[in-house]
Structure formats: structure tokens, C-alpha cells
């Protein structure tokens, strides 16, 4: 449910005030900075987060901000100075009985989910614990804001001057509709949760709407009425709703601050018994895959994400990801196809001379907005060491060079044209098959591989580009990391002890028969007839035993539990098929019984040793970049068709967004 909804059920639900809410003007000026400021962020010039990934379906992640003062605006300073002013008068503090102090600004750093906000503790530099303006103080203040807000938009119609129209009337002749408004936006900022869904409250039988009924209709038919004002109003009222404010207390004196917080992450890691299972015996060839989802504020010029795993895990592969140009992508694609329709209906030889200027100097700012996009990608491609290839793309290359190269056409009279129009690859088919690339193609998403990575730790950095004016106030940030053992050693360790196992079942097989080969009739009657059973049993149990002891197995919860997930498995079908023949000896079975069991000692461990052998996951090469979800333009994955990887595990910061 949206913001409007949510206050229209908020309307609907919440009892008529006597008396209107305390709401100050000076806390609603500071509301809306405040809020102004949560938007735009431009005092955040770098935003840094660490990822510390080291048991499975668990992760920490701990955020870095680098803070610059003299970033903010005159109003966004005045107005945030204000509120230490404004807390104190509310808590009853005298001017006068206030101490000298240094003055402080109180500065908004991110906004967080509000369904899984927890405590948070702000640092600086130096490990100081930072004061924090509570959520209630926050939200009470930018319920004042949003009002006022809402009553200057309102007031602002022409209908609100006249005499007998409803929004006069709401605004300046009854004022319990103005105070349901004002004690809605209260509830719905100060509680923790909010509406999901709607729910009615059914009158009672004859009865007639009253006043109440009046009061709660017209300040309903006055959101409905003013839908077409209250757009952008309806944007942020979304914000405050779905998000609290993270605003902590600055010295104002010092310019350059360094803050660090810790905020909880999103878990997705349910699947079925089974689904796990297969995931679990696969990853230790293809590796442990994490996905990771952040929004981070789209002012932001600058996003480091510093990814960390246990030291005996390494990160193989990492690439990172944003929607930052999807904005641009979508009306360029708009773009393109309305310029094949007027290529298709202005035909150069009945185009006109103002016509066929308006057409080429659209298809020129078109065609050059599409070769700088295609510039970027390839770039960042060769960045990334992947390759950007035209036959991905032959429509957006062919469109890209008529835009770049210079080229002219020769007209019949023997003079040059350089209309873009008249290029014989300036088609409608081309414009149009461009188009459906860069939608295809997933051109949208840029990309930052990182490459440089130092064995536990990786490092991805994200700036942007040099693009049009960022829109929305959030970029989708995506990331994922694969990781493997950087040991080496379990696997092969694995193989050695299934290989001891047989090595242990073949010799007592040997011995009990007397001669290598353990079959035909007397080596049957040999081992259905064994004397001493009891010692067998020992050397079955104990040898093995004494062997997976010096076995160094990690926890199941770990990342490298989980990638050996299948040499612990062959490890125990390697225990249970010697289990088996221990107890075929034990039981006195006849002699085909033994035979058997031990046959299966035997086989079973080699087959598990020739299994990870064959596997060799600890020569395995990188995986695809196409196989781990990054955009479809890079590398093989522009022409690849196989559907990504699941992700082992997937970490979301945004919450609800």
C-alpha cells in the first residue's frame, strides 16, 4: 500500500480529534529540511560498505560515510541548527539554563527500511558513539512538515478561494477534517508499522451518516479531488512512510567527517530439503554464489563495496552492478522507436526542408545519446577485462558509427550530404532492432568485475559516469561473489582416506582368504567360516575411526562446510559401506553375504576417491560471468541463453524498497 492509500486508510480508521495535534511551524520547516536532505544526500561524498561472509545464510555488514559539511546548502545548515533549539524547548529547557556548548547540526546519512529497522550505533573516526535523534522525534517532525506541506499545496489552488467550495471549506471553515489529516500523518509516521491492507469497519443497522461520517468524506474528497496537485506530494509522503531517517549530531566546527554504523541484512536462504541438498553437492565445483542488493541514494557520486569471507575460503569471481543509466536506457529506447515511425512517415524524397531539419537534428541528438551509451559499455568492458562484441549488438554498432564516423553520402549531382538521414544504415528496421538491443541486452546495467582481488578479500568500486542528471532518488545496487576453498586440501584429503579405507577392506579381505582374489568357491567357504570375527570387527572399525579423526572437517554452517558438503558425503558412505561389511562379519552371514560387503568396502571408497578426483574442484576454472547474473551485454553472456545460476544464499538491504 502507498503513501496516499495508506493515509486514506489511516482517514478512514483513526478516531476524530477533539483538539488539534501539537505540531509547530518552526519543527515543520525542520521536518522538510530534514527530509529535503534525507533525498538528495549531496553532504555524502562516499558511501562505503563491508560484507563479511563466512557461515552460510549469515553475514555482516557494517557501513562506512564520508561526510562533508560545507556540502550542505544555506537552508539545509539553518534549518538543522534549529532542531537543537527545538529538542530542547520540548523537553522544557530554558534557554538560559542551558550550558555553552559547541553549536552541532543534526544531518541525516541514509534512510533505512522501516519494517527492519533495529537500534543503530553511529561512530565517528575516532570511535566515539554519536547522538542520534530518535525515530518518534524524526517522524514527529516531518509530520509537521508534510501538513504544512499539504496545506500550502492545497491553498494554492484556485478553488480554494471560493466561498462554497469544498477545499474552502476544508481549509478555512471546519477544522476536524484538517485535524484527522494532521492525527493521521502523526500515526502513520510515529508507529512502527503501517497498513499492508485495508480493512473496513462495517455501520451499525439504522443509522444515517453524521457529522463524523461528513468530517472523515471531506477531507477524503479533498485527497481525490487534488490527486493532479498532489503528485510529487504522494512521492514523498511514499518516502516517509515506507522509511525511517538515520540523523546524528555534528560537530559543526570540523568540515570532514568519517561515520561508521552496523545495519541488519535480509536472509534469503529457504529452499527445499532436497533443493538444498543438490545445491550443497553441487557448490563444490562451481563454488558458493552470493548474491548481494543494496539502494543507495542517487546523488551519490561515489559506492565502494569491500567484500570479506573466512581466511580459509577465497573469492574467485566478483562483479558489481547498477541501474544508474536505467532511467537514460528507457528513454532512449522510447526514443528510438518514435524516430522509426517519422523515418517511416517523412520519406526523404516528400520530406519538406523544416520537416526534414526537425528530423535530423532529432536523429543526430538520438543517434549521439546511443553512441556515447555504446562508448561507456565498452569501456567499461574493456575495464573489466570482457569483451563488448558488435555481433551483440550489430544494430546499436551500425547506428554508432553513422553517428561517429563522418561519413557523407555523394548525391546524384556529385556534391557531399551530410545528413545523418540520407546513411544508408539510418534505417527504421535498424532503429527499431536497436532498440529491442538495449532492452535485450539488459543496457541499463553497468558493470564494475573486479579483477585485482586478494584472496579473502574483494574490492569493488563504483562511480558515476558522466551522464545526464541522475533521476529517481535511488540507484539499485547488485553484486554478486563466488566463493571457494582456498585450501586445496579437502577434497584431496578425502580422496587419501577413501582410498586408506579400501586399501584397510581389501588387505583384511586378503588375509581372511589367503591370496589376493577374494572370489570363487574357496575364498567363499574361507570368509563364511571366519574364526576370529571380533578382531576383524576392531580392525574394521578402529583403523577407519582413528583415520577420520585426523580428518580436519569444517562446521556444516560454514561457507566451507558447505562447500564440502560432497566429500563429507562420500566420506560417510565410504564409513558405511565398511560399517556394512563389519557387520556381515559380525552376524557370522554366509559366505556370499561377506563377499558382497566386502566388495562394496572396496569399490564404494574408490569410486568416491575416483568421483573427486574427476571433479578436481580445486583446478575448476572461473565461472561465466553469464552463469552469476551480470548484465547480458558482457562477455558471453550477450549471446548466452542459459539461465543464471541461483544464488546459495541472497543479502537485501533495501527491505521494502
Known sequence: MDGIESLRHAIETIPIPGAPPRLSRQGAAVGLALLDTSLRLNHVRRLTERLTVVEHGTARRSTEVDVSLKLLDEGQRQATAQLQDLIGREHGE??????????????????????????????????????????????????????????????????????????????????????????????????????????????????????????????????????????????????????????????????????????????????????????????????????????????????????????????????????????????????????????????????????????????????????????????????????LSPRSLPACHLLTAAATTGEAVRTDSGELDNSLRRHPEFTAANLREAARELTDREFGQDLVLVNGIAEDEARAYWRRSGGPDPRGDHIRVRATLVLKDSTKAGPLNVTFYALAVATVSFVLGWLLVGRPWPYGREATEALGHIGDGQSVITMLLLLPGFLYSRLSLPPRRTVLGYLGTLPQALVQLSIAAVAGFAAAVATQSRGEVVQVTLTIAVALPVLAALVLLSRASWRESAIPLSRIGAPRWAGAGAWDRREPLDADVRFDSSGGW
Open 94 to 387: 530554558r534557554a538560559a539554563s542551558r550550558p555553552a556548548r559547541h553549536r552541532s547540526l543534526w544531518v541525516p546519512l541514509a534512510r533505512l527500511p522501516r519494517r527492519d529497522v533495529s537500534p543503530i550505533d553511529v561512530f565517528d573516526s575516532s570511535g566515539q558513539k554519536l547522538p542520534r535523534l530518535t525515530q518518534h522525534e524524526a517522524s514527529r517532525l516531518v509530520a509537521a512538515g508534510l501538513y504544512r506541506l499539504l496545506r500550502g499545496i492545497l491553498a494554492g489552488d484556485e478553488n480554494a478561494q471560493t466561498a462554497k467550495h469544498e477545499l474552502n471549506t476544508f481549509l478555512f471553515q471546519v477544522h476536524e477534517p484538517r485535524w484527522l489529516i494532521q492525527q493521521a500523518l502523526l500515526t502513520l509516521l510515529t508507529e512502527r508499522n503501517h497498513p499492508e491492507e485495508e480493512f473496513t469497519l462495517a455501520p451499525a443497522g439504522g443509522t444515517v451518516p453524521g457529522y463524523g461520517r461528513q468530517c472523515r468524506e471531506l477531507a477524503l474528497d479533498v485527497l481525490s479531488g487534488c490527486s493532479d496537485l498532489l503528485v510529487e506530494y504522494a512521492y514523498l509522503l511514499n518516502v516517509a512512510v515506507r522509511d525511517y531517517m538515520l540523523v546524528v549530531a555534528l560537530d559543526d566546527s570540523v568540515e570532514e567527517h568519517r561515520l561508521s554504523y552496523e545495519t541488519p541484512l535480509r536472509v534469503d536462504a529457504r529452499q527445499s530439503v532436497a533443493n538444498e541438498q543438490w545445491r550443497r553437492l553441487a557448490a563444490s565445483r562451481r563454488g558458493y554464489v552470493v548474491s548481494y542488493e543494496t539502494m543507495i541514494p542517487a546523488t551519490l557520486k561515489s559506492y565502494h563495496l569491500v567484500a570479506r569471507t573466512a581466511p580459509e575460503a577465497e573469492i574467485s569471481r566478483m562483479y558489481l552492478s547498477t541501474d544508474a543509466d536505467q532511467h537514460q536506457v528507457d528513454g532512449l529506447v522510447e526514443d528510438l522507436l518514435s524516430l522509426a515511425e517519422r523515418q517511416d512517415a517523412a520519406p526523404l524524397q516528400e520530406a519538406d526542408g523544416a520537416r526534414h531539419k526537425i528530423l535530423e537534428l532529432q536523429a543526430q541528438t538520438v543517434l549521439r545519446r546511443l553512441a556515447d551509451l555504446v562508448r561507456r559499455r565498452k569501456w567499461e568492458a574493456g575495464q573489466s577485462g570482457v569483451e
